[in-house]
């Protein structure tokens, strides 16, 4: 069974840094394109970021680019995303999905960038 | 980049109807087009990918249609567990894009 589970969100202030994590177990990880896609409170959902299996391929949404990068260690079967120069408008549920078909989803965690 | 649009935004029917959400494409996509339900306070679930091919343990309950620019999920005999916000997905090429999001409600 596919499962991914996403940490490290947390309150920041604006201007801070966040690394998220995501575990992936019940699929070869490193065989897939993984993404992370967010939710803001009440709104609806946004991609973020796609990384190739290998990682040799990286997009991100606009409103990210230079500020967030997605990554990932396919021998811990693990993908991350770190966050930097957060501004009020990245508070969301940040969701791991799988494929760019985004077949499984994890739990999600909760960024809040707030003073 | 792609824009999806969905319609309606919101609908309202009774058990045991059938509705239909469209989604259409601001280009062709093929059928690199996937549909997601979320239930408040919850994680999306995919419920068809390929346009119209089932995830594994969805009901048949759920199906969906079309290829290029318009797409459509029917639900049949509507249940007090499908109230729940769904959302069409294309894959076609980054930035991968949703639509807007159509809320179902039991009337």
């Known amino acids: 069974e596919v499962q991914l589970v996403e940490s490290g969100g947390d309150l920041v202030q604006p201007g801070g840094s966040l690394r998220l994590s995501c575990a992936a177990s019940g699929f070869t990880f490193s065989s897939y394109w993984m993404n992370w896609v967010r939710q803001a409170p009440g709104k609806g959902l946004e991609w973020v970021a796609s990384i190739k299996y290998d990682g040799s391929d990286k997009y991100y949404v606009e409103s990210v680019k230079g500020r967030f990068t997605i990554s990932r260690d396919n021998a811990k079967n693990s993908l991350y995303l770190q966050m930097n120069s957060l501004r009020a408008e990245d508070t969301a549920v940040y969701y791991c999905?799988?494929?760019?078909?985004?077949?499984?989803w994890g739990q999600g965690t909760m960024v809040t960038v707030s003073s | 980049d792609i824009q999806m649009t969905q319609s309606p935004s919101s609908l309202s029917a009774s058990v045991g109807d059938g509705v239909t959400i469209t989604c259409r494409a601001s280009?062709?996509?093929?059928?690199?087009l996937a549909w997601f339900q979320q239930k408040p306070g919850k994680a999306p679930r995919s419920l068809i990918y390929a346009a119209s091919s089932l995830q594994s343990g969805v009901p048949s309950k759920f199906s969906g249609s079309g290829s290029g620019t318009d797409f459509t999920l029917t639900i049949s005999n509507l249940q007090s567990e499908d109230c729940a916000t769904y959302y069409c997905q294309q894959y076609k090429s980054h930035p991968l894009t949703f639509g807007g999001g159509t809320k179902v409600e039991i009337k």
């Open positions: 280009q062709g996509i093929g059928n690199y």
């Open positions: 999905t799988y494929r760019n078909s985004l077949d499984t």
